[in-house]
Structure formats: structure tokens, C-alpha cells
């Protein structure tokens, strides 16, 4: 049974941070490319940040310079480690999994609010 399971989030103010784990289970965790999606209150799910099989990575331009994606494979978790939040990162972060376009997978989200 496919299971990817992220938590981490929270309340956090402005210029904080927090660290998302996001652990997989039931697939071959090193073949797939992992990502991080976010979703705020009456918009669309975009991309934040993804890191390849090979271990390469592509941010969104909203984070760069701010979040970084890294993986461990023996541990078959990723993760997106936020620095010098803004209310605007305020979301519903998703993990998610996905192998040659084909085969994708996702977890059920945590919340994220960015606040004073």
C-alpha cells in the first residue's frame, strides 16, 4: 500500500522557518522524483519544489533563495526546508510522488500558516 505521509507544519511568524518531512512507503522511493505542491484559500495547486531521481532540483521562483528540497533515499523521505517565510506561503503543502510521467502518487497535505 502506497503511503506518503508529511508533516511539520504549523503557526510559524513571519521571517521563521520549518522543516517538512515527507515519508514514503509501499514504491521504490530512489526511482521516483519527489515534490513538494502547495495550495492557499481559492487558488490553483502550483509547484513549489522538486528534486529528480539523480538528485537534481527546480524551484518555483516565489522560493528560491528561501526553501530547499533535499531527499534521503535510505530513509525514503523528502524534504523542504522553508526559511524567511511570508504570509504568502501561507498553504496546504503536498508531497508528492512520480515515476517516467506515468505513475503518480500523493499525500494528504499539512497546513502551513504564516502569521503574526
Known amino acids: 500500500q502506497v503511503q506518503l505521509a508529511e508533516s511539520g507544519g504549523g503557526l510559524v511568524q513571519p521571517g521563521g522557518s520549518l522543516r517538512l518531512p515527507c515519508t514514503a512507503s509501499?514504491?521504490?522511493?530512489?526511482?521516483?522524483?519527489m515534490a513538494w505542491y502547495r495550495q492557499a484559500p481559492g487558488k490553483e495547486r502550483e509547484l513549489v519544489a522538486i528534486?529528480?531521481?539523480?538528485?537534481?532540483?527546480n524551484y518555483a521562483d516565489s522560493v528560491k533563495g528561501r526553501f530547499t528540497i533535499s531527499r534521503d533515499n535510505a530513509k525514503n523521505t523528502v524534504y523542504l526546508q522553508m526559511n524567511s517565510l511570508k504570509p504568502e506561503d501561507t498553504a496546504v503543502y503536498y508531497c508528492?510522488?512520480?515515476?517516467?510521467?506515468?505513475?503518480?502518487?500523493w499525500g494528504q497535505g499539512t497546513q502551513v500558516t504564516v502569521s503574526s
Open positions: 528534486i529528480m531521481s539523480g538528485g537534481s532540483t
Open positions: 509501499g514504491f521504490i522511493f530512489s526511482r521516483y522524483s
Open positions: 508528492n510522488a512520480k515515476w517516467a510521467g506515468v505513475i503518480e502518487y
